[in-house]
């Protein structure tokens, strides 16, 4: 696997895997263009494991156990949140990856007046500086928004907030940088909300994890909101009784993580769709 980062130092993979994952002999990771190992996240729904001899780059969020065999090693971190960790005879470097703050939580969801509400909190500050605030459509090219001071030391919960009132059409992206004193920092997991090109509808969060909120003006005048897995199965059907008079929130803890298509059919025939990601 060969990750390109175009120059950019700064670009960020998420690799996805739905499911286990076993880097074997035959695995191969190339970082080309200024791709950096502290910039490589995995997200695995499964138990991970590493074989023998063999060296791993990038931070690992797991939700099954993690086992590195003998010789193995990792450059960058690993997190199990379901699952014991087993360690033989392996080397485990941080890849420079400097940690001012302890971040528990990061969400983004659609706000008033069509702008982005911010909010994050953390339950651990050790010479912490600020939070950049940064914001991309691509994934590529990002861009300053805003800087939050921190408390700088602390180890009680901590919540912070931004509104971005410029929200454009597409897939808005939100990061944060978090910058300790001397200089050293760290990024944040990504966030996503879409807001559709001329479309009456916005759904939020996205990526959404156990609830989904449908927010139009002509929320009134509803039909019915279909969801499709992306074999164009329908998974989730709600009529028009069903939908509020402003809102409507949709509880999705029940499917599988994945991309679904989200169908609102109005009552004067037109439609309107959306893809959201289930976590």
């Not at 691509?138 to 509104?163: D, P």
Request: aromatic share 8%; hydrophobic share 40%.
């Amino acid at each position: 696997m060969t990750l390109d980062a175009e120059n950019d130092s700064n670009a960020i993979f998420i690799i996805k895997i739905n499911g286990a994952l076993s880097a074997d002999a035959t695995a191969d990771i190339v970082l080309a263009n200024g791709a950096q190992i502290k910039n490589v996240y995995w997200q695995v729904n499964g138990a991970f494991n590493v074989a023998a001899d063999v060296a791993f780059l990038g931070t690992v969020i797991n939700a099954g156990a993690i086992s590195f065999e003998s010789g193995a090693s990792l450059s960058g971190r690993a997190l199990s949140t379901a699952g014991q960790i087993t360690l033989n005879s392996n080397t485990i470097s941080n890849a420079d990856v400097s940690l001012p703050v302890t971040l528990v939580s990061f969400t983004v969801r659609k706000g008033e007046n069509a702008n982005a509400e911010l909010q994050w909190s953390t339950t651990s500050e050790v010479n912490s500086d600020y939070f950049e605030v940064q914001h991309s459509l691509l994934g590529k090219a990002w861009t300053k928004l805003a800087i939050v001071k921190s408390h700088g030391e602390s180890t009680a919960f901590m919540s912070y907030s931004f509104s971005d009132l410029s929200v454009r059409s597409g897939d808005n992206l939100y990061r944060l940088k978090m910058v300790d004193k001397d200089g050293t920092f760290a990024y944040s997991s990504i966030r996503s909300l879409n807001v559709e090109s001329g479309s009456k509808i916005v759904l939020y969060p996205n990526p959404a994890i156990s609830s989904l909120t449908l927010l139009t003006a002509d929320i009134g005048h509803i039909q019915g909101v279909q969801f499709f897995n992306t074999a164009g199965k329908l998974v989730l059907d709600r009529t028009h009784s069903e939908v509020a008079d402003t809102t409507s929130e949709f509880n999705i803890n029940h499917l599988p993580n994945g991309l679904y298509i989200v169908k609102v059919s109005f009552e004067n025939g037109k439609t309107e769709n959306a893809r959201i990601i289930k976590r």
